[in-house]
């Protein structure tokens, strides 16, 4: 895996594309604003696994000003690159290194197709962040994650993973650059290694994973089956996630 992966001026994106390319997994944790406290960061950043190459910022109902605060103070104690996985539009923040532009292609709600990205216009047209259109599909963990409560949609089930893969195309067919596949936060069940290997195989760009991953025997299924990059949030945040 990529060590000592920092953001030093190049296109995050090109890094990503390239280290799947040449087979290199990358690996994220996620910080939800909410649950971020400040006066515990540094001991959250001396924790990170020797191999984290991206800093994800998200959640589902967090505050403006809780991402940029979460944002802000996650750059001044990592130089790692700070990438925003923002629940709605009121989380992004300029002070990050690039967003996540997420749509959720596998629910019908037009809020979370379309319209949180049109009430985002304003604030990304003048800024300097570097936007990288993502299919984001939830995927049953096994559990009702507050994704599902927030954008009322179904995940997909992982029994019928050929549904899955053409969502994932439709999502690469419509121009996005990253596919996410996403169990939820707190999933009691990972995104399966046969669905990430069947996703892996039918696109062709590069494949994010998350949700419900604890250990690092299940992070190395999910790399073997074909996930690029890797996120953990949950099991992070409780000091659950056994590296």
């Known amino acids: ?19 799947a390319r040449l087979g290199q997994p990358c690996f994220a944790i996620l910080f939800d604003p909410e649950e971020l406290r ?18 994800f910022v998200g959640g589902s109902t967090a505050t403006a000003a809780q991402a940029q605060l979460a944002v802000r103070e996650l750059k001044k104690h ?13 989380q992004i923040t300029a002070e990050a290194d690039a967003l996540l532009f997420l749509s ?27 936007i990288i259109p993502t299919g984001y599909i ?22 019928d993973p050929d549904h899955i893969v053409a969502v994932a195309l439709a999502g690469q067919y419509s121009g996005k650059k990253l596919i996410y596949l996403e169990a939820g936060s707190g999933a009691k069940n990972p995104v399966s290694a046969e669905i990430i290997k069947a996703v892996k195989e039918a696109i062709h760009i590069p494949l994010i994973v998350g949700g419900g991953i604890r250990t690092r025997e299940q992070l190395e299924i999910a790399y073997e089956a074909g996930a690029d990059l890797v996120v953990v949030g949950t099991a992070f945040e409780n000091g659950n996630f056994r590296i």
């Open 104 to 130: 959720l292609i596998s629910g019908e709600n037009p809020e979370y197709l379309i319209r949180q990205q049109i009430k985002s216009v304003d604030k990304l047209k003048n800024s300097a962040l570097e």
């Open 38 to 55: 400040v006066q515990d960061l540094e001991k959250h950043i001396e924790a990170l696994p020797d191999h984290t190459t991206h800093l």
């Open 138 to 159: 939830l995927i049953d963990g096994g559990t009702e994650t507050a994704v599902q409560r927030v954008s009322k949609t179904q995940p997909l089930t992982q029994d």
């Open 78 to 90: 990592s130089g790692l690159p700070v990438v925003l996985f923002p629940g709605d539009h009121n």
């Open 1 to 19: 895996m990529i060590s000592n992966f920092t953001h030093s001026g190049s296109v995050i994106y090109s890094q990503i594309e390239q280290a």
